[in-house]
């Protein structure tokens, strides 16, 4: 039976050949960083978030209750 976490799946995918040489740290993190700004960019400009107004759950809106001290409940 093959189980979804075994080691042909787990083994990790470096390109082979003598001048393969794996990512250094900081180039894997700006390809990431590259890569979740263009799906925010994208998100953003299919209007995902409505017209300005942020969706909160009802019932949750605090601004009119009584100011407590901090620690007390």
């Known amino acids: 039976m ?3 976490w075994s080691e042909t799946s787990a083994a990790p995918q ?5 001048a393969a040489t794996p990512k ?3 180039e894997q993190m700006q390809e ?3 890569s979740v700004t263009a799906d925010l960019a994208e998100l953003q400009s299919s209007g995902v ?4 107004t942020a969706a909160y759950p009802t019932g949750t809106d605090t601004s ?5 001290a901090p620690g007390t409940r």
């Open 32 to 34: 990431l960083l590259a």
């Open 49 to 52: 978030r409505g017209a300005g």
């Open 64 to 68: 009119e209750a009584p100011a407590v």
């Open 14 to 18: 470096f390109p082979t050949g003598p």
């Open 2 to 4: 093959s189980e979804p």
């Open 24 to 26: 250094s740290l900081l």
